[in-house]
């Protein structure tokens, strides 16, 4: 019997870009539903009632919901190849730490760092370059946060690449002259074909962020 | 070669109990070190130099750090007894979906605004509270744990909380057992386990110690 794969999702979203990832790292086929998150169809509202957020997996019906999970729910069904997590508990663990820090992070102090103006965004500006800092501290000279191979870490974090020219232009600085090592980390995941081809570009975004303001009257 | 396991806890922490649950539950020796938060030690800084917060399990000499993340390590690495996961990647999913639910929705934060707000602030946190907990019982359903016939990881995630339910309940001037009273017979199920019955302070001492804590008195 042939796996029905569906992945609701939103095309600028880091989060669902975890889920394409993962999805073409094991080589899935899927049904990609783009939605409307001001119009939230059915289907999302009946599969993720709790969150009503993308990005939603639905195999067979069953909807998983959260990136994070949902990645290492397709890394658990589909373990015949392209491990995403390690095996040994103790780097699992450290992995987990990681992807859970990003999610913490990352995402809302970009989000600041676009989305207001004055003493508010120095301050998303300042705790933006120590969370990153920490990040390349991390990284250390791994040629990934995984070690040899590209991981959860990676995958966690990767996806708010796409995102770096809107943080660069709203913050006023330029991530290859603060970060050097986290944007060769980039470069290399980018010569992923799993990656190059999910990760939209990131003049699009910028494009998408400066439509958003003015929606939100954020200008 | 034995274990050497350590905890660095503080006795109050809904978050540390949760490993002190699934230790106990695993059937683990381990020396428990209590912590004073107000002048971390050397040891706490240096094993957790990211958060700089507990719970850390030191699992010989190895730092674990995040407590649901220190779980599902305690549930793989000793994975001959008591399963605290579900073996099956679907209720796997679910369990963490839930598990993240509870830290999600922040239920020690708007729990802290119980009782750390007045007026206005505090009529909107206990109205978000009992959402959480609505949401919550609609969940467990007539399950006897969230994990289904067995209690599990999001039982273990939100078991924890109820050593601050009377705090919460004399803050938010309101009764769980009034208002949900599912996971109050969902928590004395709970409680009838030796794990959680051990690994749970008395409601009344972490009263006492909010009080102390939050300058309340």
Not at chain 1, 39 to 45: A, I, N, V
Not at chain 2, 19 to 30: D, H, P, Q, S, T
Not at chain 2, 35 to 50: C, R
Request: some cysteine; proline content about 4%.
């Amino acid at each position: 019997m042939a796996d029905e794969v569906v992945l609701l999702d939103f095309w600028p979203s880091m989060f669902g870009m975890r889920v394409r990832i993962a999805l073409a790292e094991k080589g899935i086929k899927y049904q990609y539903k783009e939605e409307d998150l001001r119009h939230k169809s059915e289907l999302l509202l009946k599969m993720n009632p709790v969150h009503k957020q993308i990005p939603l997996l639905i195999h067979n019906g069953k909807p998983v919901c959260e990136s994070l999970i949902i990645v290492q729910y397709i890394d658990e069904v589909w373990n015949h190849k392209s491990p995403l997590l390690p095996s040994d508990p103790y780097q699992r663990a450290h992995a987990r730490f990681w992807a859970d820090f990003v999610d913490r992070k990352v995402y809302g102090v970009g989000r600041k760092l676009w989305a207001t103006k004055g003493e508010e965004q120095e301050a998303a500006k300042k705790e933006f370059l120590e969370i990153y800092k920490t990040l390349e501290s991390e990284l250390g000279e791994k040629p990934y946060f995984g070690g040899e191979t590209f991981g959860f870490v990676d995958l966690s974090f990767v996806t708010f690449y796409s995102w770096f020219y809107v943080y660069e232009n709203f913050g006023k600085f330029s991530m290859e002259a603060e970060f050097p090592q986290i944007v060769a980390w980039v470069k290399r995941c980018m010569q992923k074909e799993s990656i190059a081809n999910t990760l939209p570009d990131q003049k699009k975004i910028y494009e998408f962020v400066l439509k958003l303001k003015k929606i939100f009257g954020l200008e | 070669m034995t274990d050497e396991v350590v905890l660095l806890d503080f006795w109050p922490s809904m978050f540390g109990m949760r490993v002190r649950v699934a230790l106990a539950e695993k059937g683990i020796n381990y020396q428990y070190k209590e912590q004073d938060l107000k002048n971390k030690n050397e040891l706490l800084l240096k094993m957790n130099p990211v958060h700089k917060k507990i719970p850390v399990l030191i699992h010989n000499g190895k730092a674990v750090c995040e407590s649901l993340v220190i779980v599902q390590y305690i549930d793989e690495v000793w994975n001959d007894r008591s399963p605290l996961l579900p073996s099956d990647p679907y209720q796997r999913a679910q369990a963490r979906f839930w598990a993240d639910f509870v830290e999600q929705k922040a239920v020690y934060a708007v729990g802290k605004k119980l009782f750390s707000t007045k007026g206005e602030e505090q009529e909107a946190a206990k109205k978000e509270f009992l959402e959480i907990y609505k949401t919550l019982e609609r969940e467990l359903g007539d399950k006897p744990y969230f994990g289904g016939e067995t209690f599990g990881f999001v039982d273990i995630a939100l078991i924890t909380f109820y050593s601050w339910f009377y705090v919460f309940e004399t803050f938010g001037k309101f009764s769980m057992e009034a208002e949900c009273p599912k996971i109050i017979a969902w928590a004395k199920r709970c409680l009838q386990k030796e794990s959680v019955a051990k690994s749970l302070p008395d409601q009344k001492k972490v009263y006492e110690l909010a009080l102390e804590l939050f300058g309340l008195k």
